[in-house]
């Protein structure tokens, strides 16, 4: 069965998150230190970027396009894991700007774009990329549920309507043989989702499931793949 949160209770720890003068503007994670700025999804606040970021299967030598960037920790790992360019995508300006930073930070700045981007808007028709990746907004929230800062973008996907662009405008930036890969976690609704794919005619696959005992629960991580089918 799926556990699921509120509406309220997620964006009640978001302003609990993000709320108060003392939010530290860096942070660590993997190893390294990050600038967090202001307004961006704080990539500490669930084990779920951490865990992400170590299990994706970043293509040696290849082309990578993260969608919902961020703090761009996901990006930039990809670039240090050896990915020849990798495009980051945000639909806020200000996680554009924040992986910026942390590709300069990190040295690889050059292998590294940021745009802000609605989905798949900022790219051209050729673009093309070996695996395309999304850490999404878990939370189910009804159609018409207001995405009243940056900041509920990142955790509220109202009617999953995020989830259904992303899968099915993909195919048109895969190359042949690329890989669609998706980051979730238990608390999303993974009935949803498979009725969006079983629409969009994608098969789902469990790549990798994660459990993290966290503050107040377990939490389970799921890494899954997309097929066409
Ligand atoms: C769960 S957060 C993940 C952030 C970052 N990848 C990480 O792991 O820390 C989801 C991200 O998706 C972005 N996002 C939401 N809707 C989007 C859209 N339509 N186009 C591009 N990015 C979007 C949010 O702004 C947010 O940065």
């Not at 509406?7 to 003392?22: F, S």
């Not at 700007?97 to 981007?117: C, F, I, K, P, Q």
């Not at 609704?189 to 994608?202: H, K, M």
């Amino acid at each position: 069965m799926t556990a699921q949160e509120s509406p309220e209770t997620v964006a009640q720890a978001l302003r609990h998150a993000l709320v108060g003068d003392d939010l530290p503007d860096t942070f660590t994670l993997l190893g390294r230190e990050w600038d967090l700025h202001r307004g961006v999804f704080p990539s500490t606040l669930s084990a779920a970027t951490e865990v992400l970021a170590s299990i994706v299967p970043y293509p040696p030598g290849g082309s990578f396009l993260e969608i919902g960037c961020g703090t761009g920790v996901i990006s930039v790992t990809a670039a240090l894991h050896g990915c020849a360019s990798v495009t980051a995508l945000d639909i806020n300006e200000r996680a554009v700007a924040n992986t910026v930073a942390n590709a300069e930070r990190h040295g690889v700045g050059d292998r590294v774009r940021a745009l802000h981007s609605d989905m798949y808007t900022a790219l051209e028709p050729v673009d093309r990329f070996d695996t395309i990746f999304w850490n999404v907004p878990w939370t189910y929230v009804e159609d018409d549920f207001a995405l009243s800062t940056d900041l509920h973008s990142a955790v509220f996907d109202p009617g999953y309507q995020g989830q259904a662009r992303y899968i099915a405008g993909a195919h048109k930036h895969l190359t042949d043989g690329g890989r669609l890969l998706l980051g979730t976690a238990d608390l999303g609704d993974r009935e949803r989702l498979d009725a969006i794919a079983e629409e969009a005619g994608v098969r789902v696959e469990m790549l990798r499931r994660v459990r993290r005992i966290e503050e107040v629960r377990v939490m389970e991580y799921h890494l899954l793949e997309l097929h066409a089918r």
